[in-house]
């Protein structure tokens, strides 16, 4: 029996704050840096398969939804990991764009910071006292 080919999946983070690899430029999202998986961009240099982007929008309503499929830039496959979450980043700006009011804003990407830079979800030292 012929060897089937083996593709190792993990789900990971690009890690370059955590690291303190501070040569590295984060990925960004919308400007800010954003804790970006690695999978995709992975997984696509691996396989040479497209990647497609799809979300789905919510109609008025509540009547049912309607399927949004693009195709991702090319450069999600470039081998060099950062262009790569770069530019998968940018396809997601773009989804969000199409609807940004049904973008699940309180989903914490932000929340992993390089080095020296606040958390943007922790509150300040003084609205927590004054908050209790």
């Not at 919308?30 to 997984?43: D, K, Y």
């Not at 399927?67 to 396809?91: E, G, I, K, P």
């Amino acid at each position: 029996m012929a060897a089937r080919p083996r593709l190792d999946v993990a789900l990971d983070r690009f890690r370059s704050a955590r690291r303190g690899r501070e040569e590295l430029v984060p990925p960004r999202l919308f400007g800010v840096f954003a804790n970006t998986t690695t999978l995709v961009s992975r997984l696509a240099g691996r396989s040479g398969a497209p990647v497609i982007l799809a979300f789905a929008e919510r109609l008025p309503g509540g009547v049912g939804f309607r399927l949004h499929f693009r195709n991702a830039s090319a450069a999600v496959s470039d081998a060099d990991l950062l262009t790569s979450v770069t530019a998968l980043n940018a396809d997601i700006e773009r989804l969000i764009c199409d609807c940004p009011e049904q973008y699940l804003w309180s989903y914490k990407r932000f929340s992993v910071r390089p080095r020296g830079e606040e958390n943007p979800y922790r509150r300040p030292a003084h609205a927590q006292t004054t908050a209790s």
